[in-house]
C-alpha cells in the first residue's frame, strides 16, 4: 500500500506542477485538512492512516517541485543562446540519414565555453549526408539553436513535449564542414561495447535477410523501427500488431527463459545464475536503446529476481510501483510517453482482469471432465490447444480493456479484429524471438552457419508479415473515433474499476463499519441497474448536445496554405479548403486535417467548399484521403 501512495503522489505532483502550479498549496492544505478532521470523524478514520497522509504530502510536495524546476530549466536555460554558437559534447545515439539529413542526439559539455550547460541534450540535425562520425565521438560544431516546435493545432503533435520526453532541450542545425572530431569513444566502455554489439546485430540481419525482413527482424529484437517502411508500420498498425515491434514483457521473458537455460547448463549456483541475469537485463536495456517499455520490463523482471535473492514474497504491482518511480526519478516527463502509459496500461490490464475474465467464462463441466480427459491423448491435446487459445484471446481482452482510452486519445483509432490477430500472430512471435536471437548469437560466433540457418525464420517473417497486411485489409480491421474527452476517459475508469471490484465487494465478510458501508452501498448496484444508469447519462449528453450552440470558426493551420473550419450553431460542419502545398511529400490530409477534425469531435463533414484549385488550398491526397 506504501509504495501505490507513493507512486500516485509522484503522478499527482507531476500533474499539477506541471499545469496547476498555483493549485499546489490548495491541495497540500486540502490534505492537512483530511488529515486534522479525521481525528474527530470515525469513519474517515478507518479510512485514512495518519502514515498514509504524511507519506502521500511528502511526495507529492517533492515531485511538485521537481518538474517545476525542470520545467524551469527547459524554458530558460538555453534562453538566448541564438545562432553560430559553439556547441562541444559526446554523440549519445547513432545517427540517422534521411533524405536530406542526419541526426542524433549530443550530450553536452559546453556552450561557448560555458559548462553550466554540461549534461543537458540537444538534438542535431545535420544538412548535408553520409556523415562519417558514430556514437561515442567527442565533437566540436558550430550551428544554431531553437527550441523545438510546439503544438500547432488543438490536439496536433507537440514535438517539444516529446523531445522532453527523451530529457532533449531543443535542436541544433549545422552542417558536416562544421564539425569537428575531438575525441574517437568518448563514452563508458559498457555503454560502448552494448552500442557495438547492437550494432553488429543490425548488420549482420541486413546481411541475412532481405531489406523488409530484416526492418521487422531488428524491430522485434532490439525495438529499433528507423529503417521500416512506413506502409509496414502502417500494416501493423491496422492489424493491431503494432505491440510486437515493441519490446515487452513477453520479449524479456524469453530472455530470463534462454539466459536461465544457459546458466541451468553450467555449474554456476542459483544465487550466482540469478545475479547473472540481472546483470545481463541491465546490459539488455543499454542494448536495446534504453525504451520506457524495455526498461519498464526489465525493472519488473529486476525488482522480482532481487526479492527472490531475498528470500521475500512480492506482489507483481510492487513491481509495477517500484519500475514506474524509479523512471520518474530518472525522468518526470516520460510520464507523458505514449510508449510507457502503454506499457503499463497492459500490464495493469493482465494483472487486474485476466483471472476475472477467465473465471467468467470458465466452464464447470469441462472441470468435471478433467479426468477423462487425461486418459485420452487425442483429447488432451484438443484441450490444451483450445486452453492455449483462451489464454491468448483472455490476455489480450485484458490489457486492450485498460489501453483502450490511450489508443482513442493518442491515434484516434478502435481496432475489431486486434483478438483475430493476435490469436494468429502470438503463437508466431515467441518462435521468431527464440529462433531470432539464436541466429543472431550464432552469427556473431560464426557467420556462415546463420546464413544457413536463416530459412525457417525467414519462412516465418514472411508469415508474420503476411498475417499483418491481410488482417489489416478485413472490415472495421481500423475505425476512426473522435478524441475522448478527459472527463469521459476517468468515468470509463471508474466504471472498468467498479466492475473489477464489484464481485470482491459482494464476497468480501466486513468487520468494521466502513466496510459494511461500503458493501451495502454496492451491493444496492445490480448489474440493471448500472447499465440503466450509464443509458440515462448518455441520453443527457445527447440531449444536451442537440441544443443549438454558438457559431464557431476556427483556422487551421496547415503550413503554406489555407484551411477553415465552421460550425454551425445546429452542429452543421463546414470545412474551406485543405490546405497543402505542391512541394512537400507531407500529407496534410491525413497528418494534419484528420486528427484535427478527430480532435474537434467530428467524425464527419457536411460541407466541403473548396475556394479554388490552387495546391495551397487543396491537394489530390487531401480529396483521396477524404474519399476512404
Known sequence: MELFVITLAYILGIIMGLYFKKGIALIVLFVMLVYFIRRKNRYLYLIYKKEYVILFLIVFIISSFQIIRLEKSFKEKYDGIGSNVKIEGTIISNPISKQYKTNFTLKVRSINNDTTFKNTKLRVNVKNDNMQYKYGDKISLIGNFEYAQQRRNTGGFDYREYLKTKGIYGIVTTNKKSIKLEKENNVNFVFLLANN???????????????????????????????????????????????????????????????????????ISKKVGKIITILFLLFFILLTGGTLSVARACLMSIYMIITSLLNKRVSVFSSINISLILLLIINPYCIFDIGLQLSYGGTI??????????????????????????KNKILKFFQNFKSKIKEIAIVSISANAVILPIMLYHYNTLSLTFIISNLLASPIIGILIILGFIIIFISLIYFPLAKILKFLLKILLQLFMGLACNIGTLPFSII??????????????????????????????????????????????????????????????TLIKQLPQNLKIYFIDVGQGDSSLVISPLGKSILIDGGGSSDSEYDIGKNTLIPYLLDRGLKKIDFIIISHFDTDHVRSDFLQCWKS
Open 197 to 267: 554489439i547492437a550494432t553488429k546485430i543490425k548488420e549482420n540481419i541486413n546481411k541475412i535477410f532481405e531489406k523488409e525482413e530484416a526492418s521487422i527482424l531488428t524491430a522485434i529484437l532490439l525495438g529499433n523501427k528507423d529503417n521500416m517502411e512506413e506502409e509496414t508500420k502502417e500494416a501493423f498498425k491496422r492489424s493491431g500488431l503494432s505491440h510486437m515491434l515493441a519490446i515487452s514483457g513477453l520479449h524479456v521473458s524469453y530472455v530470463i527463459m534462454i539466459v536461465s537455460f544457459i546458466i541451468g547448463k553450467s555449474k
Open 480 to 541: 476512426y473515433v473522435p478524441t475522448p474527452k478527459l472527463k469521459m476517459i476517468c468515468f470509463y475508469y471508474m466504471t472498468l474499476l467498479t466492475l473489477i471490484n464489484i464481485k470482491k465487494i459482494r464476497n468480501k465478510k466486513a468487520k468494521r463499519r466502513y466496510e459494511k458501508r461500503i458493501l451495502k452501498l454496492f451491493g444496492t448496484f445490480s448489474l440493471k441497474k448500472i447499465i440503466c444508469l450509464v443509458l440515462v447519462i448518455s441520453l443527457i449528453l
Open 349 to 374: 490490464g493482465i494483472v487486474l482482469i485476466y483471472n476475472i475474465i477467465k473465471d467468467l467464462i470458465s466452464n464447470k463441466k469441462e472441470q468435471e471432465n478433467v479426468t477423462d480427459i487425461k
